[in-house]
């Protein structure tokens, strides 16, 4: 089995109208936006449809709005293909949705908890007081360098992010980072501000970490379903006592998110998955490790080709997928006799089969799998997918039975 990793975007990613392609095909996305809205008390999903880009990007906003909309790209996933990933990683808020996924939080609390977070981190950021830049160009040593030179306890710039290895992001005391770009100059490095409220990963974000211990203390974390890579030391957590101090560190420290994709190169995982709005983290992924697989959400196509990925050498599996694929089809056919001949008897029978095979201890023959796939277009058509839908499943179906092929021949 190809073992998988899961990524989560963090602030940045945001823009009007995120999660519109799942709420139109996937039903779970209605109620994760309305649960996301009861929780915080106002009406998320307009905000991600139809707001305005200004206020859905204000980091109090964009930071629950991203956890939600990356949530329910997961619930699609696992509804879809539903194979657990070997780890999970994500960039700066990202991790937060990261540790959801994985049950360390639920989506209720890490939704409060983002909320206040990019509460503290506006107005630790309100004062002006410090900028962002992007840089390309230029080695890490060298940046790490010049900015030990220029920093001072009043006036603290350092490394935010590690990237990739052509970027690096920078933050710090608004008049240090000038002093920074005159020196970049210098050096023929290119560089770019960044459209952000505040300096954030850095010292000057200290009073906002403060606030947030103090709410991270009325929360328990709980065991992970899977490893979650923080973005301070690059590695898993060790244990659950250790996520709240990981967390708070994030505030101040610099996301090694490098480091973080070389740590799942590094240890035979082929594909990673970016779940939620954009594919910022997937363009990095390939700068940094260019043999990795990388998979969206946001595009459907790379759903259709993860399935094949993933089912191209267990027949089990793909039997799984096919059954899953019935159930989560979105229904557009309100006839009763219809819906029971056509979709809910079906969909009885791949599981009878699946049952049956399980104790038995053995893995479906091809001709099972065409049956299973004939059964499977024909719950579609019953439920009444577009066909687009029924044309990229079939296409889904002939594809991976031609990989079965190809493994029983082997």
Same mark, same amino acid.
């Given at each position: 089995m190809?073992?998988?990793a899961?990524?989560?975007?963090g ?7 995120m ?10 996305a209605k ?6 809205g009861?929780?915080?008390g106002?009406?998320?999903?307009k905000?991600?449809l139809q707001?305005? +880009?200004?206020?859905?990007t204000?980091?109090?906003? $964009?930071?629950?709005?991203? &956890?939600? /909309? %990356? ?16 780890v999970a990683a994500g960039?700066?808020l ?13 989506f209720?609390?890490?939704?409060r908890?983002v ?6 981190m ?20 060298r940046?790490e ?8 306890d009043?006036m ?6 590690y990237?990739t290895?052509?970027q690096i ?6 008049q240090v980072?000038?002093? +920074?770009?005159n020196?970049l100059?210098?050096?023929? $490095?290119?560089?770019?501000h &960044?459209? /952000? %409220?505040?300096?954030?990963?850095s010292?000057l974000?200290?009073p906002?970490a403060?606030?947030l ?12 379903k ?7 030391t690059a590695?898993?957590y ?8 990981g967390?708070?560190l994030?505030m101040i420290?610099p996301?090694r ?6 740590y ?7 594909a ?5 709005p ?5 363009k990095?992924?390939k700068?940094?490790a ?12 790379h759903i ?11 027949g ?5 997928q096919?059954l %899953? ?5 979105r ?7 219809q819906?029971?001949m ?15 095979l ?9 001709e099972?799998l065409?049956e ?25 179906i002939?594809q991976?039975?031609?990989h079965?092929?190809i493994?029983?021949?082997i």
């Amino acid at each position: 089995m190809v073992q998988v990793a899961f990524v989560f975007p963090g602030q940045g990613s945001q823009y009007v109208g995120m999660g519109k392609h799942l709420l139109d095909s996937f039903s779970e996305a209605k109620y994760l936006f309305e649960e996301a809205g009861d929780t915080l008390g106002f009406d998320l999903k307009k905000l991600c449809l139809q707001g305005s +880009l200004n206020d859905l990007t204000r980091t109090m906003n $964009a930071q629950p709005a991203i &956890l939600t /909309v %990356s949530m329910i790209a997961y619930r699609y996933y696992m509804s879809r293909i539903g194979i657990s990933p070997t780890v999970a990683a994500g960039h700066s808020l990202g991790e937060y949705t990261a540790l959801v996924t994985t049950g360390a939080l639920s989506f209720q609390d890490g939704l409060r908890i983002v909320r206040q977070r990019g509460l503290f981190m506006e107005e630790a950021a309100h004062s002006g007081i410090g900028k962002m830049i992007a840089i390309k160009g230029l080695s890490k040593e060298r940046v790490e360098q010049i900015c030990e030179g220029l920093t001072s306890d009043h006036m603290p710039i350092s490394v935010a992010c590690y990237n990739t290895p052509n970027q690096i992001v920078v933050a710090g005391h608004h008049q240090v980072v000038t002093m +920074l770009t005159n020196a970049l100059d210098r050096y023929g $490095a290119s560089y770019t501000h &960044l459209n /952000v %409220s505040g300096p954030f990963h850095s010292a000057l974000m200290q009073p906002a970490a403060e606030k947030l211990g103090a709410v991270l203390s009325h929360y328990s974390f709980h065991e992970l379903k899977w490893p979650v890579i923080s973005n301070v030391t690059a590695c898993p957590y060790p244990g659950v006592g250790n996520i709240a101090d990981g967390l708070l560190l994030q505030m101040i420290c610099p996301v090694r998110w490098e480091p973080t994709i070389r740590y799942i190169a590094q240890r035979n995982i082929k594909a990673v998955v970016e779940l939620g709005p954009r594919t910022v983290l997937s363009k990095m992924v390939k700068e940094i490790a260019a043999k990795l697989e990388t998979y969206s959400v946001e595009q459907e196509q790379h759903i259709t080709n993860l399935k094949i990925r993933l089912s191209s050498t267990n027949g089990m599996d793909l039997l799984k997928q096919y059954l %899953s694929a019935a159930v989560s089809t979105r229904n557009r056919n309100d006839n009763e006799q219809q819906y029971e001949m056509g979709v809910l008897t079906p969909i009885r029978q791949l599981r009878q089969w699946q049952a049956g095979l399980e104790l038995r201890g053995e893995q479906p023959t091809l001709e099972q799998l065409k049956e299973a796939g004939k059964l499977l277009e024909h719950v579609l058509r019953s439920k009444g997918a577009s066909a687009e839908e029924i044309q990229s499943e079939l296409q889904a179906i002939a594809q991976a039975l031609e990989h079965a092929r190809i493994t029983q021949a082997i």
